[in-house]
């Protein structure tokens, strides 16, 4: 095998509860990567459509992630790589984490497979340290393994891959406004106070527990923040509406994507995930800013090779 092409997904990491440690990847919504073996050493990328990033490789989460790959096995090889970019970057839905998946999942499958998965997701972060500044985990586990994920360590790195309930789907909607990972990490506080946290980890616990047992109540019970969305949600217009509007539609939960400006709401059910669509999209007509919504299954195959 000399070249593959593959899908790498858009993915929404803390899922309400889970700051910096859960995350999901998404069905109908990610990237398409081609690569290539190349007799000239190292990554060159040799195409970028669909937005504006650097080409030099060592300046790309596509290069950062697959040098640390090569890296790692002291590796003479040599790669070309062409990418479609169909997620933005501060988009609140993993573009870089997609991109950095994407490459070491596509570099590993050219060398014959040397890494699991969880080593893939290692190698990722170092994509997302040059993103944002902070090698976080969530959206490139779940863009790597597929499903709901949880990042149980990072040091040593422990992922692991949560159920995914048959009937569950997600609606995103992506306003067409950026916000930059970095930025939105800065407005969080240090320290949590401890009756927060007591909340949250018992959320965390619940939402686990609720993806095991399929039980959609508990879900809709755990899918609260009482962490990241307080103090995030000022950058995002008409956060706290669509929030109302979605869970009037009848969706089990509703909170920030990432680091945002993407919000996402979990259903039961396709009809009612559209629904939920349906009312998010006219708070957003309304706001007058331009967005994109999306309705999806949860993805539970990860990057997956195309052709
Ligand atoms: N967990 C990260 C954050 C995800 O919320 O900052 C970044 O998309």
Redesign the pocket.
Known sequence: MNQIKIFAPATV??VSCG??VLGFALDTIGDEMCIRKSDKKGITITKIEGCNLPLEAKKNVVGAAGYALLDALDSDAGFEIEICKNIKPGS?I?SS?ASAAGSVFAINKLLGAPFNKTELVRFAMEGERLA?G?A?A??VSAALFGGFTLVRSYNPLDIVSLPTPSELYATVIHPQIEVK?AA??KLLKATVPLKDAIKQWGNVGGLISGLYTEDYDLISRSLHDYI?EPVRAVLIPGFDKVKRESLSAGALGCGIS??GPSIFALSKGLERAQNVANAIQKVYQNIGIDFYVYVSKINTQGVKIIS
């Open positions: 990491a803390n700051f910096d609140g993993g984490a944002c902070a976080i969530d959206n990972t939105s990490r990241a990432g680091s």
